[in-house]
């Protein structure tokens, strides 16, 4: 109930010379006692007067805080739910990108392969015709590798002794007439080297001081191929060195007559 007309009003006592908490207690106690607690109503009227304003504001604040509190609770409601189907969402995106990106790689692969395969068919197409004609080739081999071998086998059994030209004589004029006669298939160009040695073998038996020319080429097949042990007559011991290295991992033992 305290105003500022009651503060006004008790105002002047205050500005008295006796107006003060000792004279009272010289006067009676409860005097005292109240003229303290004139003073501190004062105090507290004029605290109050700046106090209470605060409190209403605190009090609308606080309302307005709770309001805000509750639209915020109620947003963060609706963004949690944002974010879960956003996360869904996501997911669903994630994995169809990996898809797409499986898909992707798949597809580069198989383009891949697509181009390594058309680049070999492509490559390959060429061949047909060499491959077909081998073909036919291998089946007229077949059919002429009775006579071949017999050629062969008669060059090794018989033709060791005997010089370049009497070695033609028997093939060419006498055994292969034979065969006719008996019709019997056989390559009008056989080549006795290649049929019964490879290249890498001759190469090596040059390095080992076999000469290159047929003849002694012919005579390193009947030495390494025939049956029985070789008689070569060698005045320019040739042979005899190309042995020697040819045998010498072999630890061969050579003895002088």
């Known amino acids: 109930t305290i105003n500022d007309e009651t503060v006004e009003l008790v105002q002047p006592y205050f500005e008295m010379e006796d107006y003060t908490l000792q004279h009272g207690k010289k006067v009676c106690g409860n005097v005292a006692g109240l003229l303290s607690w004139t003073k501190a109503m004062v105090v507290f009227y004029g605290v109050n007067r700046e106090v209470l304003p605060l409190k209403a504001n605190l009090a609308k604040q606080e309302g307005r805080l709770k309001i805000a509190n509750a639209e915020k609770e109620k947003a963060q409601a609706e963004l949690d739910e944002k974010q879960a189907e956003l996360d869904k969402v996501q997911a669903k995106f994630d994995a169809a990108m990996k898809e797409k990106m499986d898909l992707e790689n798949d597809a580069e692969t198989c383009k891949r392969k697509m181009q390594a395969a058309s680049a070999l068919i492509d490559g390959l197409s060429g061949e047909k015709v060499r491959w077909t004609q081998q073909s036919k080739e291998f089946k007229s081999q077949i059919k002429r590798l009775v006579g071949d071998i017999l050629l062969c086998t008669g060059f090794l059994s018989y033709c060791g002794p005997f010089n370049q030209d009497f070695r033609n004589l028997l093939l060419k004029d006498l055994w292969e007439t034979e065969l006719r006669a008996h019709k019997i298939p ?31 080429i012919q005579n390193g097949i009947i030495v390494t191929k025939a049956s029985r042990y070789p008689l070569l007559v060698d005045p320019q011991t040739q042979g005899k060195e190309w042995i020697k290295n040819k045998e010498q991992d072999n630890e061969l033992q050579v003895k002088s007559v």
């Open 186 to 216: 056989f390559s009008d160009d056989l080549n006795l080297i290649s049929m019964l040695v490879d290249q890498p073998t001759i190469s090596e038996w040059n390095l080992q001081g076999l000469p290159g020319d047929h003849l002694s």
